[in-house]
């Protein structure tokens, strides 16, 4: 049984800094790629950041050099660190894994609300 559990997500001003966590559990974490993405009110989900079992990174063009991503195999969690937040940065975010076998898997999603 599968789960990934997001947490650290709340209410910031603009320009200051957030960190995300996902947990998982019902897989086998070091060799799962982690990802995060985030979804908008009525807009497409959005790629954000992702992060392999050899921790080669990827970034969304919007949070290029603003995020970045890490990840802890001892405590089957990764990270989002999230610097000069901006109100378009408001979004549900969300957790996956892609597993050793190919499947993917969703967290519920955490909410970040950038504003004043």
């Known amino acids: 049984q599968v789960r990934l559990v997001e947490s650290g997500g709340g209410l910031v001003q603009p320009g200051r800094s957030l960190r995300l966590a996902c947990t998982a559990s019902?897989?086998?974490?070091?060799?799962?790629?982690m990802a995060w993405y985030r979804q908008a009110p009525g807009l497409q989900r959005e790629f954000v950041a992702s992060i392999t079992s050899s921790n080669s990174r990827k970034y969304g063009d919007s949070v290029q050099g603003r995020f970045g991503i890490s990840r802890d195999d001892e405590r089957n969690t990764v990270y989002l660190q999230m610097r000069t937040l901006k109100p378009e940065d408001t979004a549900v975010y969300l957790c996956?894994?892609?597993?050793?076998?190919?499947?993917?898997?969703w967290g519920q999603g955490t909410q970040v609300t950038v504003s004043e």
């Open positions: 996956k894994a892609d597993d050793w076998l190919g499947e993917n898997y």
């Open positions: 019902g897989i086998t974490f070091r060799t799962s790629t």
